[in-house]
């Protein structure tokens, strides 16, 4: 059964009712029906957008993996330059925002990176670069699930 309802000028500038809408909101992710039935996209291509942004890697190469094949990383040696660790961190937390919310093909690189955050190396950095050229080349990708 299907209720209609005219939209008054008042009712457009509130948010819809519900707890499920609520929830929807608080999250800050934009959800999107589906041509599927009861089926919605979850992504957050303005975010990683954003990110890409905030560290200048819209224009970067775009990479086909999180991170490089055979990619082993190790604490930084004695004498091996280093990072900013401040830079480094704002890094790994802005990607694990989008890795909690939309990109969970994240979490193994994110998990990695982030064990080297309080003593990044310049090796660690090139492979968190390969994470945001990954972002790059995936941008426009979201979750499917269904609803309710």
Excluded at 67 to 82: D, I, M, Q, S, Y
Aim: aromatic share 6%; hydrophobic share 40%; net charge positive.
């Amino acid at each position: 059964m299907s209720v209609l309802v005219k939209q008054t000028h008042s009712m457009a500038l509130r948010p819809p009712m519900g707890a499920r809408a609520e929830r929807i909101m608080m999250t800050n992710i934009p959800i999107h029906q589906t041509l599927l039935p009861l089926n919605s996209l979850s992504s957050q291509t303005q975010y990683v957008r954003s990110v890409l942004a905030r560290f200048d890697m819209e224009t970067c190469k775009p990479a086909k993996s999180p991170l490089p094949a055979k990619c082993v990383l190790t604490k930084r040696k004695e004498g091996e330059a280093g990072v900013d660790a401040t830079e480094y961190l704002k890094a790994i937390g802005s990607l694990m925002y989008a890795m909690l919310g939309t990109r969970p093909d994240l979490a193994f690189a994110i998990g990695l990176l982030a064990r080297f955050s309080s003593d990044p190396s310049s090796t660690h950095w090139s492979s968190l670069v390969h994470v945001l050229r990954y972002l790059q080349h995936t941008k426009d990708l979201g979750i499917v699930g269904r609803l309710g």
